[in-house]
């Protein structure tokens, strides 16, 4: 149990200095489990009670109906007290009349962020979600944002910021608690609920607006004016919604991003459209890896 290499070969890894104590320790009991199958992905997660542990498998379909009909594994998985989801719908597994079933998922506190003035603030979402690795770096980037907030408020009206790649929150409850009104456009439905929950949850969704679509594909034609945009994309980059930022002409733009590839794509794209780098940050996510993520503060040099 392992990583893949490059070759497609795995690479055993039964210890991590990565991680946290208590993340090795549910992986080390997690590994003892003899799962039945040949191939497939799993997720582990610890709550920031240090104590609460999930596990997502995503296996093939009929690996998951055998670990359902047998239950053996599933059932090692809860006396070892993992909350458990499978398959690409995030399902929740459940013991209903002493048999494993499929079940809604349920949101909860399995990350964190920071608000005004670094108040931590638990973030509910699905073992499945999409999430920075560690809320370590997630503060690193969050300051680094708090920071550039601090300079671009140059009076007492709130910002009005276009968030793109909004996910659960991290970057957007920050945001909401700097006064600032935010709009979201994020493509990940269930992220969107899980957005919603917390920031009901943080007395923060009144000066929140989602909107759910593919606006990687297609063209958007905002009709409000904002002070910024805020982006933080997947790996693919901005795409379609780079021309929607040019279109807009925010003053700035903060651009997050964990693929240097697609950064420097839209990067191109923008400061040929007139924005200038002002400030760049690099948050070291996977010590001893090259992946990291890029934090980018962008201004238009006619505005």
């Not at 931590?120 to 503060?139: D, E, G, R, V």
């Not at 997050?256 to 002002?278: H, M, N, R, V």
Request: with cysteine.
């Amino acid at each position: 149990m392992g990583l893949y290499g490059k070759d497609k070969t795995l690479q055993d890894i039964k210890s991590c200095l990565q991680i946290s104590p208590e993340l090795q320790q549910a992986y080390t009991d997690f590994r003892k489990i003899q799962f039945p199958i040949r191939k497939g992905s799993v997720r582990l997660r610890i709550g920031p009670d240090g104590k609460t542990r999930g596990a997502w498998l995503d296996f093939a379909n009929v690996d998951i109906k055998n670990l359902l009909d047998d239950g053996s594994c599933l059932q090692t998985l809860f006396d070892l007290g993992f909350y458990v989801e499978v398959g690409q719908k995030n399902k929740s597994v459940a013991l209903v009349n002493q048999k494993f079933k499929l079940v809604d998922p349920i949101l909860r506190q399995w990350f964190k962020t920071e608000l005004k003035n670094y108040v931590s603030q638990k973030l509910s979402c699905y073992i499945s979600s999409f999430t920075q690795p560690s809320w370590i770096t997630a503060k690193a980037m969050v300051k680094v944002v708090f920071n550039w907030l601090s300079e671009l408020e140059t009076s007492s009206t709130p910002l009005s910021i276009c968030e793109f790649g909004a996910g659960i929150g991290q970057f957007t409850l920050p945001l909401l608690s700097s006064r600032a009104f935010v709009d979201v456009y994020e493509f990940d439905e269930s992220a969107t609920q899980a957005l919603r929950f917390n920031a009901k949850a943080a007395d923060l969704d009144a000066n929140l607006e989602v909107h759910v679509g593919d606006f990687q594909k297609k063209d958007v034609s905002l009709q409000k004016r904002y002070d910024l945009a805020f982006v933080n994309p997947p790996r693919s980059g901005l795409k379609n919604f780079v021309h929607e930022i040019i279109r807009l002409k925010t003053k700035n733009c903060i651009y997050i991003s964990c693929f240097p590839e697609s950064l420097i794509t839209d990067l191109k794209a923008l400061t040929e459209a007139g924005y200038k780098i002002q400030e760049m940050t690099l948050v070291d996510q996977f010590p001893q890896t090259k992946h990291f993520e890029t934090c980018v503060l962008l201004q238009r040099i006619d505005a």
